[in-house]
């Protein structure tokens, strides 16, 4: 192919690589031209000479990245750095760092480079100790064979997203080709064997037809951004760690919307998010870490397996969960609305929610810990459930919990049962630890329970010393409290069956001491109220009148048929039958 070129500048618009300092194009420049010439208006601007990895040359460290991307002193050489379109440069470097040719431009040194208009792919083969930034400044990216953004071998891979543009990457779908076939890569639109930062204040669409939208195999952060994924595996995959402090990330995939896997090397494995606002459709898991999940911060909308309408049977091999762990799991902050097939929070260790604001409904548990499962604080609205909380113990501390479930409400038990991380993920089901007493305590909080079998269900003690509980015995077998070992509660209150949506309010004299609306109809509740002296009497006003109920300390049934006096209003038996501790199977 031959080009004319008519003047120095008009060249300078066609080539890939042009340094800053000369006054025409070199013949090195003029080659790439005509390899770049095939894909339109293409152009690769490397806009820094600084050291690979110097200080303050990370683009995709927080103010660095921002600075990129919006420059407040352009050079005078380029009065529109980065810029949108024109003719590209380099600064300082031998334009051997980038080679561009049949539209794929390939990357063999550390530093900034802006890449805007149509190519193929873009390749990241630097040294290990090279920090490579690209900035994303209307580029349109479409391999049909492979990954759109491939970086084999640096340091750090840092994608900043210019403000004010739309970037789009898609790989090749069904005729993907893998690099390295015998290590299956690179496997996603957005691949990086190293570390990788996203971040700005553009916007990026990625269409990964093949496998994996945006994924690593070292650690993964996302700063900032508006990001669209569409998977056909994970949306976004870290093998190390995944890292989230801010963006706005909507992901469809046809497998888990975020991941972390690395399960063999200490400390990684694990997901932190710290804000963002996420909206996840994921056909397996929302978001899935293979040692520890913690979140701090952030807005979520996750449907996971087609939400809890499509619940699995318990033979089911695979996993759709909202938020799920292998390890340990920490709720400090966020707001979550979780509609899942499966568990909404899964832990085969310890989960722990100190803060935030989670709206669940579940085919089975809406939060569920193999270890201990503790409610620190925060708002826990679990509007539909097999079973609302579990774990081998429950603590509750403080926060707002209201849980409704066909089966049991809290429940505190050993052994397993069909419905684990396992069961619906990596084999067998929910496994709690085999040590332990199994216990529900509650020492603080507003607790409210509505559920079909035992509302509080213990394979040990149930134990209330603190806060506000409301239990309500839907239909079906069951009791309010079942504890198979000692259950001790201060003096309670309980009642006869109430109508859904009733008006409820508990007077001692002319004191209103606890109010509430029913969310469902109950045959029976009870009610823990602070400041209740046991053998008093208190006014039940309801919509049709008002009735008189003695507080007491007696201990409600036994699981395995024991009972103690006391348990109806105003003494004697507390109606059901029943016991016998949590653990159940599963339906079918």
């Given at each position: ?11 300078c618009a ?10 025409a194009?070199s ?10 010439e ?5 152009t690769?601007q ?10 303050k ?20 050489e380029?009065?529109?750095t ?7 440069t ?6 051997s760092?980038?080679?561009a040719?049949?539209?794929v431009?390939?990357i063999?040194?550390?530093g ?6 149509k ?12 920090t ?13 064979k492979?990954a ?32 390295l ?14 570390d990788?930062t996203?971040?700005g204040?553009?916007s ?13 195999k ?5 700063e ?11 949306g976004?995959?870290g093998?190390d ?5 801010g963006?706005?990330l ?26 963002g606002?996420f ?24 449907t ?6 499509k619940?699995p ?7 759709y969960?909202g ?11 966020g707001t979550?609305?979780?509609d ?20 669940i409904s ?5 939060a569920h810990a193999?270890?201990?499962l ?24 403080g926060?707002?919990?209201t ?35 199994h216990?529900i305590?509650?020492t ?7 559920a ?23 239909q ?36 209103t ?16 109220i602070?400041?209740?002296?046991n053998g ?7 919509d049709?009148g008002s009735?008189?109920?003695t ?32 653990g159940?199977?599963?339906?079918a």
């Amino acid at each position: 192919m031959k080009m004319r070129i008519i003047m120095p500048l008009i060249a300078c618009a066609l080539v890939a690589i042009v340094a800053l300092a000369t006054a025409a194009c070199s013949q090195s420049s003029a080659t790439v031209a005509e390899g770049m010439e095939t894909s339109g208006a293409a152009t690769v601007q490397e806009v820094s000479s600084k050291p690979a990895g110097s200080a303050k040359d990370v683009a995709g460290e927080g103010a660095e990245a921002e600075a990129l991307a919006n420059p407040e002193t352009p050079a005078p050489e380029q009065a529109d750095t980065p810029q949108k379109s024109g003719p590209a440069t380099t600064s300082g470097v031998s334009p051997s760092a980038a080679a561009a040719e049949g539209g794929v431009v390939t990357i063999t040194q550390g530093g900034e480079y802006n890449i805007t208009g149509k190519l193929t792919q873009v390749v990241v083969a630097a040294t290990s100790k090279d920090t490579v930034r690209l900035l994303l400044n209307g580029a349109e990216i479409t391999n049909p064979k492979g990954a759109a953004i491939y970086a084999s071998q640096c340091d750090k891979l840092v994608i900043t997203l210019a403000e004010g543009t739309k970037n789009t990457v898609t790989d090749g779908g069904g005729g993907y080709e893998y690099v390295l076939q015998a290590d299956e890569e690179p496997n996603a639109a957005i691949f990086s064997k190293d570390d990788l930062t996203i971040n700005g204040k553009g916007s990026l669409i990625v269409n990964a037809g093949f496998n994996n939208g945006i994924g690593t195999k070292d650690d993964l952060v996302v700063e900032s951004g508006t990001i669209n994924i569409t998977a056909a595996n994970n949306g976004i995959k870290g093998n190390d760690s995944v890292t989230v402090s801010g963006g706005d990330l909507t992901i469809k995939a046809g497998n888990d919307g975020i991941q972390s896997s690395n399960a063999t090397d200490a400390g990684k494995g694990f997901i932190s998010i710290t804000g963002g606002s996420f909206a996840i459709t994921a056909a397996r898991d929302g978001i899935q870490a293979e040692t520890t999940l913690g979140v701090a911060g952030g807005t979520f909308n996750i449907t996971a397996g087609g939400g809890s309408a499509k619940a699995p049977s318990a033979a089911s091999a695979e996993s759709y969960k909202g938020l799920k762990a292998s390890g340990d799991i920490a709720i400090s902050g966020g707001t979550f609305v979780i509609d899942s097939a499966d568990d909404a929070v899964h832990s085969n260790a310890n989960v722990t929610i100190s803060g935030g604001t989670l709206t669940i409904s579940t085919g089975d548990d809406g939060a569920h810990a193999d270890g201990d499962l503790a409610v620190k604080g925060g708002t826990v609205n679990v509007t539909k459930s097999y079973e609302g909380l579990e774990g081998n113990n429950v603590t509750i501390s403080g926060g707002t919990i209201t849980v409704v479930a066909t089966d049991d409400g809290i429940n505190a038990a050993g052994g397993a049962d069909n419905s684990g991380m396992g069961g619906r993920g990596f084999g067998g089901g929910d496994r709690f630890a085999a040590a332990g007493a199994h216990a529900i305590n509650i020492t603080g909080g507003v607790v409210t329970v509505y559920a079909n079998s035992d509302v509080l269900d213990s394979n040990g003690a149930i134990s209330v010393t603190g806060g506000t509980v409301a239990v309500f015995k839907m239909q079906g077998e069951g009791e309010l409290l079942d504890a198979d070992g000692t259950a001790a509660i201060p003096p309670a209150l309980f009642g006869p069956s109430v109508a859904a949506g009733a008006k409820l309010s508990v007077l001692s004299g002319t004191t209103t001491l606890w109010s509430g609306t029913t969310a469902n109809a109950a045959t029976s509740f009870a009610l823990i109220i602070p400041g209740l002296e046991n053998g008093a009497g208190y006014t039940l006003r309801t919509d049709g009148g008002s009735t008189t109920l003695t507080a007491t300390t007696a201990a409600p049934r036994m699981g395995g048929g024991m009972q103690q006096e006391g348990m109806r209003p105003g003494g004697g038996q507390m109606p059901g039958g029943g016991g016998g501790g949590g653990g159940r199977q599963r339906p079918a």
